[in-house]
């Protein structure tokens, strides 16, 4: 026997033979004496032996989760996180310290059988709980943030990561549950890999299950593929990818399923990677140091998630270290401010310039839709470094599934996350675009009375900009998004962008046969008017072949040197115009006073 030379009450016994498994052994205490000499009672104690057995990943788990109490719920005024032992086997969970990155509470004593659930809370609000089962009230458990909500991270006494998860109000999956008063209740207990749709919003009338089954539960599958999210300019040899998921860590670290293409076509692989425990993000060291101008990285489909489901191999991010960019490098280019029910609103940029930009620290402003414009609420985009290239789009919304879910046609790499993004007025608003430094990028005031007027129902129909070097503020250089791309066009180009129309002399018309019928082909008719210097006053007006005006697209207005306006097939009561020929009429009026007439002829098609 030897005493322990940390803890003077315990001593370490070693055996002559190894203890056998499930053998009941008698162990007999005699002839020992406190420090003070006095004398110990014999004793004896019967046990067995069970060896030690290593705690793995899932062993305990985080099941049920309530961070946003309300007094109104069934529940008590108490946040709580919810363990289950699904081991098989009792769990010594002392001295396991359980933490949100800010702040770690660690356990006590305490043994979790196989099978059952506990009650982790703060400690004041423990006796509240009891009710409910089992309940460790935890000094300094970390306090559970509303809304944007938290990372739990559960690790052993060695500090391997038993169980972690990430949740916040999308978590819930049920936007009629997100204000509070329910809890999370993980779906799959024996799905361990983090996935926010394996949680949900608990049924219970009461508003969750705590210490039982849960309410929620069901056989969970993720069949969705991971990709590279960003790539982040670490130095000129260094480089950090982050996947849109935790990845298997076992996949990451072979340097030749990545390859980095500069702009002079060259490729290269990386000298090694290193990837963070849980799948983040992989570390690339390159041989040679890097140019800070575009590079492109893409990954090889045999990286795989923790379910299995493999990356994506064609795809690629951008590389390189952001440019500073002006008004006008990047500009809103569409938007859905009364979204299908379920999802959110998305706002669209595309990056105009011919610059590598990096959203870190932009804001986008929700504003007041009349003069003097005031700003009602304003949310950073991203603090971390995310690139766009030129001519890419990003797409900012809260719900990137749900949206997914709904249109048909979407980049899903184009898509960043914004928790409480602005809720855009669904008749009448504004936007303001800001890069880090506060400076005013693009500023739209829009209006749902800028939709295609013979559209029956506007809800979950997106605006798009029709030319990206027109102003933002013009009714004439947005429309709604057509029918054949599902009433939105989220990351792609836009389904009603404007091409360059053909044709010389002042006025100028692209298609010479149009149909308006919003299906997505040849919707609208281009008219381009070119003068050689402004401050013209410029009309346009639309004849039938009597002569008879039916349309005017185009009061007269102050014009520049390069116009571009839309006719819609609208006559001036609203109504589709029969098929058949029409003539496009302009007229304008210089600063001497020379007046300039030109038509053309074009054919209104009925293709339905």
């Known amino acids: 026997a030897q005493r322990d030379a940390l803890d003077q009450q315990e001593v370490v016994l070693n055996f002559s033979a190894a203890l056998q498994t499930g053998i009941e052994y008698t162990l007999h205490v005699s002839g020992l004496t406190e420090v003070e000499g006095n004398p110990m009672q014999d004793t004896a104690v019967r046990f067995h032996y069970i060896p030690p057995v290593p705690i793995v990943q899932g062993d305990a788990i985080f099941n049920e989760i309530y961070f946003e109490p309300t007094t109104s719920a069934g529940l008590p005024y108490a946040e709580f996180v919810e363990l289950y032992n699904r081991s098989g086997r009792d769990l010594a969970l002392t001295e396991w310290p359980l933490s949100d990155g800010s702040s770690t509470a660690t356990f006590p004593e305490y043994t979790l059988p196989p099978g059952t659930f506990l009650l982790l809370t703060d400690e004041d609000d423990a006796e509240e709980l009891i009710p409910y089962g089992s309940v460790l009230g935890l000094d300094g458990f970390p306090g559970l943030n509303n809304d944007v909500g938290d990372r739990l991270i559960l690790r052993d006494r060695e500090g391997k990561v038993v169980d972690a998860v990430t949740f916040s109000n999308d978590t819930y999956n049920d936007g009629t549950r997100d204000d509070g008063g329910w809890t999370l209740e993980r779906i799959d207990a024996d799905f361990l890999c983090e996935n926010e749709d394996n949680w949900k919003a608990s049924y219970d009338l009461s508003g969750g299950a705590p210490g039982e089954a849960n309410v929620v539960r069901y056989v969970f599958q993720d069949t969705r593929r991971p990709f590279l999210e960003r790539a982040e300019w670490i130095d000129r040899m260094q480089t950090r990818l982050w996947f849109s998921e935790p990845m298997d860590t076992s996949t990451l670290h072979f340097p030749d399923r990545y390859t980095l293409t500069t702009a002079d076509g060259a490729n290269h692989i990386p000298l090694q990677v290193a990837s963070d425990p849980e799948g983040n993000s992989g570390l690339l060291v390159w041989a040679l140091p890097l140019d800070s101008g575009i590079s492109w990285i893409k990954a090889s489909s045999l990286l795989t998630d923790c379910p299995g489901n493999t990356a994506f191999p064609d795809q690629r991010v951008p590389l390189g270290i952001g440019q500073s960019p002006r008004a006008g490098d990047v500009v809103i280019n569409e938007l859905l401010f009364d979204p299908p029910d379920g999802a959110s609103d998305f706002v669209e940029l595309f990056n105009r310039s011919g610059k590598l930009l990096d959203l870190k620290d932009w804001t986008i402003a929700e504003v007041s839709a009349t003069p003097p414009f005031v700003v009602q609420s304003v949310k950073k985009l991203t603090a971390e470094h995310r690139l766009l290239a030129p001519e890419a789009y990003v797409v900012i919304t809260e719900t990137p599934l749900e949206l997914q879910r709904h249109y048909p046609y979407y980049d899903r790499f184009s898509f960043l996350d914004v ?84 044709g010389a002399g002042a006025l100028s018309i692209e298609p010479q046969v149009f149909s308006p019928d919003n299906d997505g082909i040849d919707d609208l008719l281009q008219i381009r008017l070119i003068y050689p210097e402004p401050g013209r006053r410029v009309t346009i007006a639309v004849f039938d072949p009597n002569g008879h005006e039916v349309a005017r697209p185009l009061p007269y207005a102050l014009a520049g040197t390069d116009n571009r306006y839309t006719w819609s097939g609208v006559d001036s009561n609203g109504r589709l115009v029969p098929e058949g020929v029409y003539i496009i009429w302009s007229e304008s009026l210089d600063l001497q006073g020379k007046v300039q007439r030109s038509k053309k002829a074009v054919v209104v098609l009925r293709r339905g």
């Open 419 to 502: 928790a409480d993004l602005p809720d855009f007025n669904s008749t009448d608003g504004g936007l303001l675009l800001a890069n880090a430094g506060g400076d005013s990028l693009d500023f739209l005031v829009y209006s749902d009375s800028w939709h295609y007027p013979l559209l029956k129902e506007t809800k979950g129909v997106s605006l798009e900009r029709l030319s990206a070097s027109s102003p933002a503020r013009s009714a004439d250089n947005w429309h709604s998004a057509a029918a054949s791309v599902g009433y939105a066009s989220p990351g792609l180009k836009n389904s009603q962008a404007l091409g360059d129309p053909t």
